[in-house]
């Protein structure tokens, strides 16, 4: 049987992970800890501005300090109001939850008090004029589209932009993009700031995301021979000094999960090809193409504009669904609920490693979900891990679950 996601969950650890000394180290690491909030109430939900009180939760296994590659699971219910019945479900995402859970979020990654002092962290170097892109995912998008297909939210997207505000940066610098995708009016019509760029490739937004090829190291290789076709990552992972990848939490179909790493498969320029050149018969466990030991979701991610430019890894987990174009359904782990969730790191593959187990604790997935990770950490892009986010936790991946 499936486990609920409820407060006891969220304290038992801090009552047995690792006696002592482990607690004390992870007060030591993130501050005193407060326990016992109270369920926001629907009016406090929608307020503008929330006051909203962090529990943790750490899983009961066996720390090895310091962290390593940290997960940062922040849960807040309240943050999703939809009945999964009448209506779109992104009319029903508070604003003012979702800013709490990013400023959370992001103390906890970095260890800092404020957001003020968080970015700082994750951009050391910023400077006015450097361009911080955000690839969201809008695969199931349409300009004028009005169906409950699971996309991204708008809500995570102006929390994140006003905590970068928040810092110092300045609006202009962040290009939030799909470059595979067309930006819906009811995504792009209720951004908060509109002095950010927001790029598409339909021309629905403020631009089409551009390839010129501008230069040679847009060019992504790819392990596989059948591969020839030349494949460009959008000329603003050139232009941009910083990345942000903003994925969903939602399983597939050719593939078996759709996270961080497929993400980017909406910043290169073409996926189809003739013959057996297409990416997705390689991404496809039951294709007979598909090698375990090489993946396209690799090559994309070990790019330098990829690899080499992301700070942040800020996966949407408000909701969840269970295939590509599904609407979010509840999840029996969240006690009926949609997941409600923001998680926050810096190692691209320990991310994807969470937020796989979490799909296979609500739905299973095949074991071959896991194989690009393990390409991945043999390509030095993160760490790699297979745990129970609702059991034992992980010994390598330092996963943190905050209530607020």
């Known amino acids: 049987m499936k486990r609920r996601f409820t407060r006891r969950d969220l304290l038992s650890g801090m009552i047995l992970a690792a006696g ?61 109001t939809w009945d999964f019945t009448a209506g779109w479900y992104g009319d029903y995402v ?29 951009i050391p170097n910023y400077q006015p004029g450097q361009k911080i892109a955000v690839k969201v995912n809008l695969n199931n998008a349409s300009c004028s589209d009005t169906d409950n297909s699971i996309d991204a939210d708008i809500e995570t997207v102006n929390a994140l932009i006003g905590s970068l505000i928040e810092s110092g940066v300045n609006e202009s610098d962040v290009w939030v993009y799909d470059a595979q995708r067309p930006m819906p009016a009811r995504f792009y019509n209720r951004r908060t700031y509109k002095n950010a760029r927001y790029f598409d490739n339909a021309g629905c937004a403020d631009e089409q995301a551009p390839f010129n090829h501008i230069d040679p190291s847009l060019r992504v290789t790819f392990t596989n021979p059948a591969l020839v076709l030349q494949r460009w990552l959008t000329d603003l992972l050139f ?36 013959g057996n050149d297409n990416p997705h018969f390689y ?3 039951g294709d007979s193409r598909y090698q375990a030991t090489s993946s396209p979701l690799v090559d994309i991610n070990a790019n330098p504009h990829v690899a080499g430019k992301t700070v942040l ?17 509840p999840w029996e782990t969240f006690g009926g609920e949609p997941p409600q969730s923001l998680l926050l790191s810096r190692d691209p593959v320990a991310m994807d490693c969470v937020l796989c187990d979490l799909l296979r604790a609500e739905w299973g997935v095949e074991a071959a979900a896991y194989d690009y990770l ?31």
């Open 239 to 274: 232009q941009a000094t910083y990345l942000i990848n903003v994925p969903l939490l939602k399983k597939h179909g050719l593939h078996p999960v759709t996270l961080g790493f497929k993400n980017h498969f909406g910043s290169l320029s073409s996926l189809g090809g003739s």
């Open 94 to 122: 508070q604003q003012g939850v979702v800013d709490e859970m990013v400023r959370v979020g992001l103390c906890k990654l970095t260890e800092t008090s404020s957001v003020a002092d968080a970015w700082p962290v994750l």
């Open 20 to 80: 002592g000394l482990a607690l004390a180290a992870a007060r030591r690491a993130f501050g005193s800890l407060a326990g016992g909030a109270a369920a926001q109430n629907s009016q406090a939900a929608q307020a503008p501005s929330v006051t909203l009180t962090p529990q943790v939760y750490l899983p009961q296994v066996q720390r090895h300090w310091p962290w390593t590659s940290p997960v940062i699971h922040v849960h807040a219910p309240g943050a999703v």
């Open 283 to 285: 991404i496809n466990p």
């Open 313 to 329: 890894i800020l996966a949407d987990g408000l909701l969840g669904a269970h295939t590509v174009s599904a609407a979010p359904m």
């Open 374 to 404: 393990k390409v991945a950490e043999k390509r030095g892009l993160g760490l790699f891990e297979r745990g129970e986010p609702w059991g034992s936790g992980y010994s390598r991946i330092s996963y943190l679950r905050v209530r607020i």
